[in-house]
């Protein structure tokens, strides 16, 4: 399992050198914020968003596949 959190990245150049799109059948990458690589490379990816409701006490996810 890989984590990769790209919030504090400013520039698209600055990903190549995180080796996100490695290829590896057994890995796991899980990405926040992938605003950055949307339109790098074709990706096969599960898409979580949550959500906070009622304060902050209850939260919800929705799932795209």
Do not use: C, G, M
Not at 14 to 36: A, G, N, R, V
């Amino acid at each position: 399992i890989k984590h990769y959190d790209l919030f504090r990245i400013n520039k698209k150049e600055d990903i190549s050198s995180l080796d996100i799109f490695e290829k590896d059948d057994k890995l796991i990458t899980f990405i926040e914020w992938p605003q950055l690589i949307a339109d790098s490379q074709e990706i096969k990816s599960i898409d979580l968003t949550f959500s906070y409701l009622n304060d902050l006490n209850n939260r919800s996810v929705d799932i795209k596949v």
